[in-house]
């Protein structure tokens, strides 16, 4: 019985691994259900039936769209065909609502003199989490709690990376208190970091996804990232956390704009290419956020 084909089935079916096993030309010979269901929750074209698809042109294609990890993943699998014990690589695969990172492994075994690979997809968010937390502790802005400028740095390199990959666009709000110099030196610096501390709570409610962030610039000045957005998509949100700030009713007596601290926000989109530079929409947020001060303050220039 424990020999039995059925058997064998249900206890890899009962694996909550990813597992697939393909022939020497890179055709799918089985997969387990862990597979499967992951391709139907997934929105997978291929659906339910793998068996017969060409794993390794599935990558290829990848590859050539931009998918970097698709392009390592078809030359790693080729390496253990080639002869190589095995191959491994980590990477991500976030959902619109959360972050997942999986490893992917690849194994080789003979079967009646030929040659089989096994394909495995273990899903390591939990452990891919719990390293981003430790990171982030040292990349959290001592007194805003946002994020650092060496976190939005490697954030934003990163999140420029996958949106170029994947054609897809991305915005950035570069946002500065309006007369911050004025509210120091009426009220001191103690009251501008309460200020600047209570800013930033109203901008971590506006930075959710896992392609979005909030950060501190420098100074008075805090950065937005919004990636697979647009302008569009983006200024309602923008035009609501500039009312939530306004909304703080924070005393700013000496502004020549309102008595109160407002915000001066640029904002622009680009879509990221191999050829163009992440730096140029920082440029460009920015010019558009001097624009906005140069028109009066308390506005959105996009």
Request: glycine letters at 6%.
């Amino acid at each position: 019985m424990i020999r039995s084909f059925e058997f064998l089935k249900k206890v890899i079916d009962s694996i909550s691994e990813h597992i697939a096993v393909i022939d020497e030309q890179g055709v799918i010979r089985f997969t387990n259900r862990a597979w499967n269901n992951f391709g139907r929750a997934n929105g997978c074209s291929i659906a339910d039936d793998w068996i017969g698809i060409n794993y390794l042109l599935v990558c290829d294609n990848a590859g050539k769209k931009g998918d970097e990890y698709g392009e390592k993943a078809s030359l790693g699998i080729r390496s253990v065909i080639n002869g190589a014990a095995s191959f491994s690589l980590e990477y991500p695969c976030h959902s619109p609502t959360d972050k997942r990172w999986f490893m992917m492994s690849t194994t080789t075994f003979e079967h009646h003199q030929r040659m089989f690979f096994i394909i495995s997809h273990a899903n390591i968010t939990k452990r891919k989490l719990a390293e981003e937390y430790a990171l982030s502790l040292s990349r959290i802005d001592g007194l805003t709690s946002l994020f650092n400028r060496r976190h939005f740095d490697a954030f934003f390199a990163e999140e420029w990376r996958r949106c170029s990959r994947l054609r897809l666009p991305i915005t950035l709000a570069m946002m500065d208190i309006d007369h911050f110099k004025l509210l120091n030196d009426t009220y001191g610096h103690q009251y501008g970091d309460e200020c600047l501390k209570k800013i930033a709570t109203v901008l971590k409610k506006f930075a959710k996804r896992p392609g979005d962030i909030s950060a501190r610039y420098g100074g008075e000045e805090f950065v937005l990232v919004f990636g697979n957005s647009t302008v569009e998509k983006i200024l309602p949100i923008l035009h609501k956390l500039k009312a939530e700030i306004i909304d703080l009713n924070l005393p700013n007596k000496s502004s020549p704009t309102l008595p109160y601290v407002t915000i001066t926000i640029g904002v622009a989109t680009t879509y990221p290419s191999q050829e163009s530079e992440k730096e140029s929409l920082l440029e460009k947020a920015d010019m558009l956020l001097y624009k906005g001060k140069a028109n009066g303050r308390n506005r959105i220039e996009y």
